[in-house]
C-alpha cells in the first residue's frame, strides 16, 4: 500500500464524505476477510431493510463480546455491505461483529429507524450463543447517524421495552462523532427526517440521561464541521457524567467526521487510537475492569 494511495483514498472521504460509496469500497478491498467467518444477510425484520451480517472471529475462543454497529448517512442512505470493514477489525480483536442495516428517509421518518435498531440489539442479545457470543455482554456502537441511533437504544428505554427488553440488557455503548442534541435542526437532509418544524424534544438522546444507563465510550473529532463535537459528545459526557454514568470521553485532531470510522481500517489506524478505545471499553467490559490491556 502506497503513501499516495492512502493519501488519495483519505482526500477522497474528506471531500465527499462516507455519503459517496466508492472510497469505502476501496477500503473493503484492501481488507483481509482472514480473521473472520461471516453470516451474511440474517433477517431481523419483514422488511428488505432489516438485515444484519455477523463477523464471528476466525479463532473464537469461548464465549465472546458483541457489538451491534450502526452506520451513519443522515437517515437518508448507507448500507451494512460498505462497512465490512468495521467487522473486520473487531472480529480480529476477538469481538463478534454484528453489522446492521436499518430503514432510512423517505421511507421511514423518526422513530423507526430507532425500532430498527432495537430489533437488531434484540434479535443479537437472544441470538448470541447460537453465533459464539455472550448474552451478557452485548455493546451497541455507532457513527454519526448510526451513534445516535445506538444512543436511543441505550438512554431511552422505550424501543427495547417494545422487544420486551431494557436498555440494562447492555454492558455499554460507544459513539463516535454522533448527533444527540440537535434541534433546532439545521441540516436540509435531515429536517424532514425528523418531522420539522415539529421535530419532537423526545427525538433528542441527551433528553434521556437516567442515572441507570449504560456506560458510554464517547469518541468526536476536533476538526468535524458537521456535527458540533462540544456541544453533542460534549454535552452528553456531562449530562451523563452529572448523574453518576461512568464516561470516557475523547476528541482526536487527525480525523475528520467521515474519518473517525475510516481509523478502525488498518491502513488509516495512525490517524487515531479509536479501534484500541473500542477494544478496551469492550474488553474491560465497559470500564468496570480496572486491568489495562496490552497495546
Known sequence: MTRLFLTLLAALLVLGGLAACAPLKAINAITTSATYTKKADVPFGDDPRQKLDVYIPRDLQGPAPIVVFFYGGSWNQGDRHDYAFVGEALAARGIIAVVADYRVYPQVRYPAFVED?????????????????????VFVMG???????????????????K?????????GWIGLAGPYDFLPIENPDVKPVFLHPNSPPDSQPINHVTA????????????DDLVD???????????????????RELYFNNTSHATIVVSMAWPFRQLAPVLHEVEQFV????GRQTIPLKK
Open 143 to 161: 457513527h454519526s447517524a448510526g451513534a445516535y441511533n445506538a444512543a436511543m437504544v441505550a438512554l431511552d428505554k422505550r424501543w427495547l421495552n
Open 212 to 223: 441507570g444507563a449504560p456506560p458510554a465510550l464517547l469518541l468526536a473529532s476536533n476538526k
Open 163 to 171: 422487544m420486551s427488553l431494557s436498555p440494562g440488557v447492555l454492558r
Open 117 to 137: 435498531g432495537a430489533s437488531a440489539v434484540a434479535w443479537t442479545v437472544r441470538q448470541a450463543k447460537n453465533i459464539g457470543g455472550d448474552p451478557k455482554h
Open 229 to 247: 463535537p462540544k456541544r453533542n459528545t460534549g454535552g452528553l459526557a456531562k449530562k451523563l457524567r452529572d448523574v453518576g454514568v461512568p464516561v
Open 283 to 286: 474488553k474491560t467490559d465497559g
